[in-house]
């Protein structure tokens, strides 16, 4: 149904964030071009950057005939955790909600839940109920055939169960806390090196930095070259068209000396291309 719409992209500020004004103008713009907003996506940690939208500000914008959609398919999982959860203000008035327990919360791919305020808006759209496919126990139970297109689903909620029953709650928090301090040290270590500069504040499992004072192509060379070497995994991304190093701390087994290991890592790699390129 959304590849039907038009689709307005909406520029973020300078730390990347979706701001309620911002949103404002762009939807007064539309309206005056006799369009209709209907539907608003807030990204909760961006894939480029771990950035937050402001929601709060973003859910006072819309009015009650535009839905408001939360993805938090990366950061949602940290919400596990009391003290992350400011990063949601406002999330009591958007409409839907999604986050993937698959990137960060030790479940198996692929299992990403949505909550929604209204389950019957859902239904209404999807309803199929045709003579063959009526039964005893319906309206007893969600048939959540009518929750989506296909008739069947995986049963993907089983792998959630087994983690939540096999950690516990404490001890995924305790993963959640884990990675977020060792991107912390990550960050701390690269700042005692004064060639690099961190793009981004880091909030969650994310750093983002580049080489100080070094063109684009410069630090794609030795993102290039990291990668080469086989030992450290990275991915780029582009903030405004700038491009950017980014280390995601993963996996339940980093420990600090794998955080150390990478920084040298990246270390040697920036080595190699600024001493061949000089």
């Given amino acids: 149904m959304l590849g039907g719409v038009k689709m307005r992209l909406v520029r973020s500020d300078h730390d990347w964030r979706l701001r309620g004004e911002a949103l404002r103008m762009a939807m007064d713009a539309d309206k005056a071009k006799g369009l209709l907003p209907f539907f608003v996506v807030a990204t909760l940690g961006t894939t480029n950057s771990c950035a937050f939208d402001a929601l709060d500000e973003i859910t006072k914008v819309c009015d009650e005939d535009v839905w408001v959609h939360v993805d938090a398919a990366y950061a949602g ?3 596990i955790c009391e003290e992350y959860r400011y990063l949601m203000a406002g999330v009591e008035k ?3 909600f999604n ?3 698959h990137k960060w919360l030790l479940v198996n791919f692929d299992c990403s839940a949505m909550w929604v305020t209204n389950a019957n808006d859902v239904v209404d759209a999807f309803n199929l109920d045709p003579f063959y496919l009526k039964h005893d126990m319906q309206g007893k139970a969600p048939d959540y055939r009518h929750w989506q297109i296909p008739l069947g689903r995986r049963f993907r909620s089983i792998k959630l169960w087994f ?6 709650v404490r001890e995924l928090q305790k993963h959640i806390r884990k990675q977020i301090r060792l991107a912390k040290n990550f960050e701390e270590m690269l700042l005692k090196d004064k060639q690099f500069e961190i793009v981004v504040p880091v909030v969650l499992g994310l750093v983002c930095f580049r080489i100080k004072h070094k063109s684009d192509l410069e630090n794609e060379k030795v993102m290039k070259r990291i ?8 991915v780029p991304a582009k903030l405004h068209g700038k491009y950017i190093l980014r280390l995601a701390i993963c996996s339940r087994y980093t420990e600090i000396e794998d955080v150390q290991f990478a920084l040298e890592e990246i270390q040697a790699a920036t080595a190699e291309i600024l001493t061949t390129d000089h």
């Fill in 77 to 79: 999982s940290a919400f």
């Fill in 227 to 234: 990668n080469e070497r086989g030992k450290v995994h990275m």
């Fill in 163 to 168: 983690v939540m029953r096999i950690y516990g």
């Fill in 99 to 101: 986050f993937n327990p």
């Fill in 94 to 96: 958007s409409h839907s």
